[in-house]
């Protein structure tokens, strides 16, 4: 599975950005699917995540970010989204994009980031 993240730019506090993520080689549909971020000096945090749509779509989200970023996804594009309101300058870092074929495993597929960074 490739997976090719996009949507990152610059924004201003309280603005709006919408993140995709593109999966490619085969479909990820039985898949979680997740979102995380790496802020510059930080360790890579957890963000989001949405489970297969046969598990119940179960979504997850970091409580810093609850209330504002709703995850979703499409099967039938083999794609993930973060919609990102409110933002902060604190969610300023590299989004990365990760599926898991089996959760309890962990995620197994990685894309290679999308730069978001929010100005004051």
């Known amino acids: 599975v490739q997976l090719q993240a996009s949507g990152g730019g610059l924004v201003q506090a309280g603005g709006s950005l919408r993140l995709s993520c593109a999966a490619s080689?085969?479909?990820?549909?039985?898949?979680?699917l997740g979102w995380f971020r790496q802020a510059p000096g930080k360790e890579r945090e957890f963000v989001a995540s949405?489970?297969?749509?046969?598990?119940?779509?179960?979504?997850y989200y970091a409580d810093s970010v609850k209330g504002r970023f709703t995850i979703s996804r499409d099967n039938a594009k083999n794609t993930v989204y973060l919609q990102m309101n409110s933002l902060k300058p604190e969610d300023t870092a590299v989004y990365y994009c990760?599926?898991?074929?089996?959760?309890?495993?962990?995620?197994?597929?990685w894309g290679q980031g999308t730069q978001v960074t929010v100005s004051s």
């Open positions: 949405i489970s297969s749509i046969s598990s119940g779509g179960t979504t």
């Open positions: 080689g085969r479909t990820t549909s039985s898949y979680t």
């Open positions: 990760a599926a898991a074929s089996r959760i309890t495993l962990g995620y197994n597929y």
